[in-house]
């Protein structure tokens, strides 16, 4: 299949950025798949009504069909058509957090093909606050069903370079939208499931648990966002797979930074002296302190945002540059910090839980 790049920047006139999205929505309107920016990753979109689409989404990540799928709405009025109820609470944190990284489970409605929703008697569905995401949506009918733009088990792609090494020949349209504006959380958005008596935290993230609690008192969270080997299934089904993994081998270290630096440094020597490529993500305070191949700075351990941030084109460089084995240093404070729960388990997923706890 041909995948046409649709370039849209910031100087993009007003006249062709409207075309140019009319065109993407009627290539979902037909039926086909169109990768777009989003305010937490790119998304892999078709159109949420349509089981045919629902399926190829499936097909051109690669995904496994009880993986369900976010549908992505820009208007609030839209959706009650896809859900068969929205409880109280949930009104309220759609108004505070919608438009924005919050995705919401809800009993669906008859429109929502169980294709969408692997099969589930519930929908997930999220507003997001990206303008062109939100004009896209708009122009593809009102309902786009999207995961993340990359191949199931790679890391979540932040750019359009990574959307087009992932999905160049497999979908019919990517939007490359040359503009830094709004893609600024760079991991993918909290998901509250809203079925319950209270709202559950199914997958962290930008939205944390405490913001949540603020709006609606008390807060469930999935025991599995953190465990490694726990028995119980998680309630996303997505959570369970193996996913965000850079090709090498990912272990965290974790506890006092002195000591955390050093058995860094040694474990990379030891590699290095096998003749293998070593990186390291490492905090910006001890930037000049690492040695490795590789060191990608990730930022202050007060600013767990950028982290965040930063995470998934990490993982992406390290496989770009051959490395072979990773660690990643987290300090105390990005660890018990709100976002950094959502650092936390996709560091974890990357690393497959290998974590060393130097105290
Ligand atoms: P992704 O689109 O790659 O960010 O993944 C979507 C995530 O949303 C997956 O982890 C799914 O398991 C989760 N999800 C989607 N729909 C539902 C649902 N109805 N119930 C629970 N989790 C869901
Ligand atoms: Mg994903």
């Known amino acids: 299949m041909e995948t046409k790049i649709l370039t849209i920047s910031s100087d993009t006139g007003i006249e062709e950025r409207i075309s140019s999205l009319s065109e993407a929505g009627e290539i979902i309107q037909k039926g086909g798949l169109v990768a777009f ?55 309220r944190l759609a108004d505070k957090f919608w438009p924005g990284p919050l995705t919401m489970v809800f009993n669906k409605s008859d429109k929502v093909p169980y294709q969408t929703t692997g099969g589930l008697n519930t929908v997930a569905v999220r507003m997001p606050s990206h303008k062109l995401a939100r004009d896209f949506i708009k122009a593809a009918g009102g309902y786009v069903a999207a995961p993340s733009a990359n191949l199931s088990g790679k890391p979540s792609p932040t750019s359009a370079k990574y959307v087009i090494q992932d999905m160049m020949g497999r979908i019919d349209m990517i939007i490359d939208y040359k503009s830094d504006e709004d893609m ?46 726990s028995k119980v299934a998680p309630k996303a089904p997505g959570m369970k797979y193996r996913h965000y993994a850079p090709k090498g081998e990912l272990v965290l270290v974790a506890g006092d930074a002195d000591r955390a630096i050093e058995y860094i440094n040694k474990q990379i020597a030891a590699y290095s002296k096998d003749g293998k490529r070593t990186g390291i993500i490492g905090i910006d305070e001890f930037i ?6 590789s060191v990608k700075n990730a930022g202050s351990k007060e600013a767990p945002e950028q982290m965040a941030q930063r995470l998934y084109t990490f993982l992406r460089e390290f496989d770009d540059e051959n490395i072979e084995y990773m660690y990643a240093h987290v300090c105390s404070e990005i660890e018990n910090s709100g ?21």
């Open 184 to 229: 600024d959380i760079g991991l993918e958005s909290t998901i509250v499931d809203t079925t319950g008596d209270k709202p559950m935290i199914l997958r962290p993230g930008y939205i944390t648990r405490k913001m949540v609690d603020d709006i609606v008192g008390e807060t469930d969270i999935d025991v599995t966002i953190m465990n490694a080997d």
């Open 339 to 359: 976002l950094g729960q959502a650092v936390m388990n996709r560091l974890l997923k990357a690393a497959g839980h290998k974590i060393v706890r130097l105290d």
């Open 37 to 91: 920016p989003t305010e937490t990753v790119y998304g892999l979109g078709g159109d949420a009504l349509n089981p045919e689409s629902s399926r190829k989404i499936y097909e051109a990540k690669g995904r496994p069909s009880d993986n369900p799928l976010i549908v992505h709405i820009a208007d609030i009025d839209d959706l009650n058509n896809i859900v068969s109820e929205v409880p109280d609470f949930a009104k």
């Open 288 to 293: 000049d302190r690492y040695n490795a191949d």
